[in-house]
C-alpha cells in the first residue's frame, strides 16, 4: 500500500487522486444568470442530493486551479440565487463537455453547445430543453470551503420544481432508470454510461472550441447529425483549410469514385461514421466538401 499526507502533495495530484477514487460521480448540469441577465451552462461533478424534506441538492463550483478565481457560475449565483440543475443523459453528453471550454464571461454556452433554453416557471435561469430531468432550485446558501486555488465553494440548492420528460417516466411517474441513460464523470478523461460502463472524452481544447453556433447551418441542423455529433464537431480550433479538404477528397475519390456525387444526406452519414471512430478532421473535411 501506497500512503499519501494531503498536504505534501501538489493540488494537481491531490485533484487527480481524489476523482478518480471518488467516481464516478453524478454531474449537475448547471444553468444560472448574471446581474446584467447573461445565461450560462457549465457541468459540476461535485454533486449530490443530501436531502429529500426539504429537497436539497449541492454543488460545488471551486475556484480556478490557474489562479483562484471565480468561475462564472459561482459569480451568478452570488448576483442572482437561483439555477436551474439539469441531469445528463447520454445522448447529449459531447455538448454538456464543450460547454465545460472556459469560454469568456458573458458567452451564453447553450449557443455553444447548441442545447435549447427553455424558460423556467419559478427562477429566471432557463432550463436545457433536451435535458430528461431539470430542477428549477433557489440557492439557499453558498459555503466556501477555502480561500485558494481548487477550493471548493458549496452551493445549497432547494428544489423548487421538478420537470421530467415524460420519455423517461413509466404509467405510475416514477422514473425509468433504463430511459433514463444517465452519464456520471470519473478521473482523468472518464466518464460512465450507468447502463454500459467506461468510456473517454478527451478534455474540451483549452484554446476554444468554435461552438455549434459558428457552423455552417447545412450541418448545424442536419437531419441526420445527432447533438453529440455536433458536440464533437464544435470542439475544434478552427475548421480544416480549402487545401486539406481539397486533398482528402481527391484521395478519398480514388478509393470510393461515388464520393463525387453523394447527396448531402449520404455525406452527413458518412461523416458521422468517421465521429463514431473519433476522426473528428476527417468528419469535418467530408462535410466542407
Ligand atoms: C463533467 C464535468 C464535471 C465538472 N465538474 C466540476 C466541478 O465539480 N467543479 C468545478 O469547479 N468545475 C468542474 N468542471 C469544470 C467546469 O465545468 C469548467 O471550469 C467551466 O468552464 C466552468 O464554467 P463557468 O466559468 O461558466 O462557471 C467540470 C467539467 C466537466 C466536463
Redesign the pocket.
Given at each position: 500500500m501506497t500512503s499519501f499526507i494531503p498536504k505534501d502533495l501538489t493540488t494537481p495530484v491531490l485533484h487527480h487522486l481524489l476523482l478518480s477514487a471518488v467516481a464516478p460521480?453524478p454531474?449537475?448540469f448547471?444553468s444560472?444568470i448574471s446581474a446584467k441577465a447573461e445565461p450560462?451552462?457549465?457541468?459540476?461533478?461535485?454533486?449530490n442530493v443530501f436531502s429529500a424534506n426539504p429537497p436539497i441538492l449541492v454543488?460545488?463550483?471551486?475556484l480556478?486551479g490557474t489562479d483562484g478565481t471565480k468561475?462564472?457560475?459561482?459569480h451568478?449565483i452570488e448576483a442572482v440565487n437561483e439555477v436551474v440543475i439539469n441531469v445528463?443523459n447520454h445522448s447529449i453528453v459531447h455538448q454538456?463537455?464543450l460547454?465545460?471550454?472556459?469560454?469568456p464571461?458573458g458567452t451564453n454556452?447553450f449557443d455553444k453547445s447548441g442545447l435549447t433554453m427553455l424558460a423556467s416557471d419559478t427562477v429566471k435561469p432557463f432550463r436545457v430543453a433536451e435535458a430528461p430531468v431539470q430542477f428549477e432550485c433557489k440557492v439557499n446558501e453558498i459555503k466556501p470551503l477555502g480561500t485558494g486555488p481548487g477550493a471548493?465553494n458549496l452551493v445549497i440548492c432547494e428544489v423548487l420544481k421538478i420537470h421530467i420528460h415524460n420519455a423517461v417516466l413509466n404509467k405510475d411517474n416514477t422514473i425509468n432508470q433504463d430511459a433514463l441513460d444517465l452519464v456520471s464523470?470519473a478521473g482523468g478523461s472518464y466518464?460512465n454510461r450507468a447502463k454500459s460502463g467506461f468510456f473517454e472524452i478527451p478534455?474540451?481544447l483549452s484554446r476554444l472550441g468554435i461552438g455549434v453556433d459558428a457552423m455552417p447551418s447545412h450541418i448545424k441542423n442536419s437531419t441526420v447529425l445527432t447533438g453529440n455529433d455536433l458536440g464533437m464537431l464544435a470542439n475544434v480550433e478552427a475548421l480544416p483549410h480549402k487545401d486539406a479538404v481539397d486533398s482528402f477528397i481527391n484521395d478519398l475519390s480514388k478509393r470510393c469514385p461515388e464520393v463525387a456525387k453523394a447527396s448531402l444526406t449520404e455525406k452527413h452519414k458518412a461523416a458521422q461514421k468517421y465521429l463514431s471512430r473519433g476522426e473528428v478532421q476527417s468528419a469535418w473535411k467530408l462535410l466542407l466538401s
Open positions: 460521480r454531474i449537475a448547471a444560472t450560462n451552462l457549465s457541468p459540476f461533478s461535485f454533486f454543488f460545488s463550483p471551486a480556478r468561475k462564472d457560475t459561482l451568478n445528463v454538456m463537455s460547454s465545460s471550454t472556459a469560454y464571461k454556452e471548493g464523470r466518464y478534455k474540451p
